[in-house]
Nanobody
Framework: VQLVESGGGLVRPGGSLILSCAAS????????IGWFRQAPGKEREGVSC????????YYTDSAKDRFAIPSDNAKNTVYLEMNSLKPDDTAVYYC????????????????????????WGQGTQVTVSS
């Protein structure tokens, strides 16, 4: 099982980035994908999550109106499109996968139910700075 994030980097305030999460080693259609982030000295927090098959995409307050989470099932890839980036968005961003049997119950929980996710990527650094 692999989840590989890419697309992180340094961007100026107000700029945009698109992160990718490429999944392999499991049946992609049976899982939902979530994006999380962790800044230095802070707890990991949920950002957004999606299940195409259940028709659910969800954004935490930190992501609403600025981020989008499209998916490409043909490529087993989920993206995080980030716009109007702020210095507070600086963090390591992780994607993770959770089985659909759990997703409907947890997706709107605090931290998007991070502790119930089954697989995690290694993370990609996003730095927002002038």
């Amino acid at each position: 099982v692999q989840l590989v994030e890419s697309g992180g980097g340094l961007v100026r305030p107000g700029g945009s980035l698109i992160l990718s999460c490429a999944a392999s080693g499991f049946t992609f259609e049976d899982y939902a994908i979530g994006w999380f982030r962790q800044a230095p000295g802070k707890e990991r927090e949920g950002v957004s999550c999606i299940s195409d098959s259940q028709g659910i995409s969800y954004y935490t307050d930190s992501a609403k109106d600025r981020f989008a989470i499209p998916s490409d099932n043909a490529k087993n890839t989920v993206y995080l499109e980030m716009n109007s980036l702020k210095p507070d968005d600086t963090a390591v961003y992780y994607c993770a996968a959770v089985h659909l049997a759990k997703f409907g119950r947890i997706y709107s929980n605090t931290y998007l139910g991070a502790y119930e996710y089954d697989y995690w990527g290694q993370g990609t650094q996003v730095t927002v700075s002038s």
